[in-house]
């Protein structure tokens, strides 16, 4: 039976698309330190996106402009 949901669980990772990169529409309220966002707004030039890492408290947000391909990136909505 270990196999079996071992190979199921494996068979499905291999499905995926590994490189996809979620891009939101607004920046999240809460970022874990370190985490990385993608957020699509006016503050960048077309074709590029701001990408926001997380910081640990007491330090500001690492905020960059970074190219983004349309095809490797899905666009929804932060949730707070």
Known sequence: ???????????????????A???????????APYEVAFVKDDSCPSGKVMKVTGAIRGLHRRKACVPMPGEQA???????
């Open 1 to 19: 039976m270990r196999i079996l949901v071992s190979a199921v669980v494996f068979s499905c990772s291999l499905c995926l698309p590994c490189s």
């Open 21 to 31: 990169q979620t891009i939101l529409k607004s920046e999240p309220l809460m970022l």
């Open 74 to 80: 899905s666009l929804v909505a932060a949730t707070p």
